[in-house]
C-alpha cells in the first residue's frame, strides 16, 4: 500500500514538474510569437503608409502564414479576407489565386466543406478565363486540382473522384517547371487516397520510392510523408512502423513549425496505435497533447479562434459591400477613361492631321521646288543650247559671207581675164599685161580647203551625225551637204566645185536616194534643221 501510494505521489510530481516545464516554455514561445507577430504588423502598416499594394500583398502574406504555423487561424482568417480587395486586378492574378488556396485550405481545416466546395469552383472559374501565361496556368491548375482531391476525400469520400483530380494535379505539374517538392506533394496525396481505397501495394510503391528520394535528417516534406507511411502501416497492422512513422512526423513538424491541425490528428493516431499495443502511459501522453491541440486550435472557448470556429459570414458581406462599391468606382472610372480615350482619340487626330498636312505641303512644296529647279534647270539648258545655235549660226554666217567673197573674187578674176584677154597689147605692156593675167591665174582651192576645215570644225556634230545616220555618203556629197546647210545656190556650188549646174542636180538627186527622203522633203531645209 505504501509503494503504491509513493509511485501514485511520485506520478503526481512528475506530471506537475513536467506541466510547468510546459507552461514555461509555451510563456518562452509567446513571448518570441508576440515579437515576431508584431515585427510583420509593423511591416503591413510601413508598406501602407507608402501605398505600395504589392509589398501590402506580401506582408499580409507572411503574416498570414506565421498565424497559420502558430495555429492561430482565427487571425489567419481576418488577415485573408484583408486581402481580397487587394488582389481583384488582373495585375495580381497570381497573389489571388493563392488567396483562394488559402482560404479552401482553412475551410478544410475547419471541415466548412461546402464553403470550401464553393470556393474551389471559383478558383478554377478564375485561372480558365483570367490566367493566359500556359506555364503558370498548369502551375495553377495541379495545385487546385491537389485541393480538389482533399475535399472530395474529406467532405464526399468519392475516392474515385479524388483519385482523378489528384492525377490530373500531377498531370498539370508535369506539364511546368515547378520545385519537385511541390509535385511529391500530389503524388502523397494520391498514396493517401490509395490507402483510403484500401489498395496498399499501390499506396507502397509511391510513398517508399518518396521514402528513398527524402532520406533522413528530416526535410519539409516528411511532415506528410511520414504521416502517410504511418497510415500505410496501420493499413498492414504493421503498430511499430505505424508509431515510428507518426513520431517523425510529429519531429518534423514541430522541426519546421508547420501544420499543426496535422499534428491534432497524428497525436490521436499515436494515442490509438500506443494504446492497442499496450502502452497506456504514452497513449495517455499523446490523447492530453491532442486534446491541448484540440483546445488550442479549435476550442470555440478560445477568443482568437472562436469568431472562426463559426465561420462568421461578416468578411463575405464587407467583401460584397466593397465589391459593389469597388463596382460603382469602376464605372465611374470606366465613364471617365472613356471620355479620356475620346479626348485622347480626338487629340490623336488633330495632330496626325496636322502631321499629315504638314508631310503633304512639304511633300508637294519638295515638289514644286524640284519641279521649279527642273524647269529652271531646262530653261538654263534650253537658254545655252539655243545661245550655242546662236554662235554656230553667227559662224556659219562668218563662213558664209567668207565664201561668198572668195566667189565674188574668183568670179572677178575670172571677168577681168577674160577683158585681158580681149585686150590687143604690143611692146612694153606686154610683159605687164601677162604679169597681171599670171597674178589672176594664182589657185583659190588652198582657201576653199581652208573654208572646208574651219566648216567642219564649227559644225563638228553636223558631220559626225551624218555620217552615223547615212554611212554611204562619200566625202564630196558630205562637201555639197555643208555648201546647202550654209544656203549656197547650185550656180554658186557649181563654181566652188569646178562641175556645171546640171552635174549639181545630179548629185543632189544622188543625195536624196542616198539618204532615202521622201519626195515631199525638201532636201534645203531637210539640211539646215538637222543636227
Known amino acids: ?92 492574378l497570381t497573389q489571388k489565386i493563392e488567396t483562394l488556396n488559402i482560404l479552401i485550405s482553412l475551410y478544410m481545416v475547419f471541415e466548412q466543406h461546402e464553403k470550401a466546395k464553393e470556393t474551389y469552383l471559383k478558383a478554377i472559374d478564375v485561372i480558365e478565363k483570367q490566367s493566359n501565361e500556359q506555364q503558370n496556368k498548369n502551375k495553377f491548375l495541379g495545385r487546385i486540382y491537389n485541393l480538389g482531391a482533399w475535399i472530395e476525400i474529406k467532405s464526399t469520400f468519392n475516392f474515385e473522384k479524388a483519385e482523378e483530380l489528384a492525377l490530373k494535379s500531377i498531370e498539370y505539374y508535369k506539364k511546368c517547371d515547378i520545385d519537385e517538392a511541390t509535385f511529391h506533394y500530389s503524388e502523397i496525396q494520391l498514396a493517401h487516397i490509395y490507402i483510403k481505397k484500401n489498395e496498399p501495394n499501390k499506396a507502397k510503391k509511391i510513398l517508399f520510392k518518396l521514402k528513398n528520394i527524402y532520406p533522413l535528417p528530416l526535410k519539409r516534406p516528411h511532415t506528410l510523408l511520414f504521416q502517410r507511411l504511418g497510415q500505410y502501416a496501420e493499413l498492414k497492422k504493421d503498430r511499430d512502423s505505424a508509431i515510428y512513422y507518426y513520431s517523425k512526423s510529429i519531429a518534423a513538424i514541430e522541426k519546421f513549425e508547420n501544420q499543426p491541425d496535422k499534428k491534432l490528428q497524428i497525436s490521436k493516431k499515436l494515442s490509438e496505435n500506443y494504446e492497442k499495443i499496450g502502452n497506456y502511459k504514452l497513449a495517455h501522453k499523446y490523447l492530453l497533447l491532442a486534446t491541448d491541440l484540440n483546445d488550442q486550435i479549435f476550442s470555440s472557448h478560445k477568443s482568437q479562434n472562436k469568431e472562426l470556429f463559426e465561420i462568421k459570414n461578416k468578411y463575405e458581406i464587407e467583401l460584397k459591400e466593397n465589391n459593389e462599391k469597388l463596382k460603382s468606382q469602376q464605372l465611374k472610372l470606366l465613364e471617365s477613361e472613356k471620355e479620356f480615350w475620346i479626348l485622347k482619340l480626338f487629340s490623336l487626330f488633330i495632330v496626325l492631321s496636322c502631321l499629315f498636312g504638314f508631310v503633304f505641303f512639304y511633300f508637294k512644296r519638295k515638289s514644286k521646288m524640284k519641279l521649279l529647279n527642273q524647269q529652271s534647270l531646262n530653261e538654263k539648258q534650253q537658254l545655252e543650247i539655243q545661245k550655242q545655235d546662236e554662235i554656230l549660226e553667227l559662224k556659219n554666217k562668218e563662213l558664209l559671207t567668207s565664201a561668198l567673197q572668195l566667189l565674188e573674187r574668183d568670179t572677178l578674176q575670172e571677168d577681168l581675164k577674160k577683158q585681158l584677154n580681149k585686150l590687143s597689147v604690143k611692146g612694153e605692156n606686154t610683159n605687164i599685161v601677162k604679169e597681171i593675167k599670171n597674178s589672176l591665174n594664182i589657185s583659190t582651192k588652198g582657201k576653199w580647203n581652208e573654208f572646208q576645215s574651219h566648216f567642219t570644225a564649227v559644225n563638228d556634230s553636223f558631220y559626225s551625225t551624218l555620217k552615223s545616220n547615212y554611212p554611204l555618203l562619200t566625202p564630196t556629197d558630205l562637201k555639197m551637204c555643208a555648201f546647202i546647210k550654209l544656203g549656197f545656190s547650185s550656180k554658186d556650188m557649181a563654181q566652188i566645185m569646178g562641175i556645171s549646174v546640171e552635174g549639181i542636180n545630179t548629185s543632189r538627186s544622188r543625195l536624196r536616194k542616198k539618204m532615202n527622203l521622201p519626195r515631199k522633203t525638201i532636201l534645203s531645209e531637210f539640211l539646215q534643221n538637222f543636227s
Not at 63 to 85: A, R, V
Open 1 to 92: 500500500m505504501t509503494n503504491k501510494l509513493l509511485k501514485n505521489i511520485l506520478h503526481i510530481s512528475f506530471f506537475i514538474i513536467s506541466f510547468s516545464l510546459y507552461s514555461n516554455n509555451i510563456q518562452i514561445d509567446s513571448t518570441k510569437a508576440f515579437s515576431e507577430e508584431k515585427k510583420l504588423q509593423t511591416s503591413v502598416t510601413s508598406f501602407e503608409k507608402k501605398n505600395d499594394t504589392l509589398q501590402i500583398i506580401n506582408a499580409r502574406f507572411k503574416l498570414i502564414q506565421f498565424y497559420t504555423k502558430k495555429g492561430f487561424y482565427s487571425k489567419s482568417y481576418d488577415e485573408l479576407w484583408k486581402l481580397f480587395p487587394l488582389v481583384e486586378t488582373p495585375k495580381y
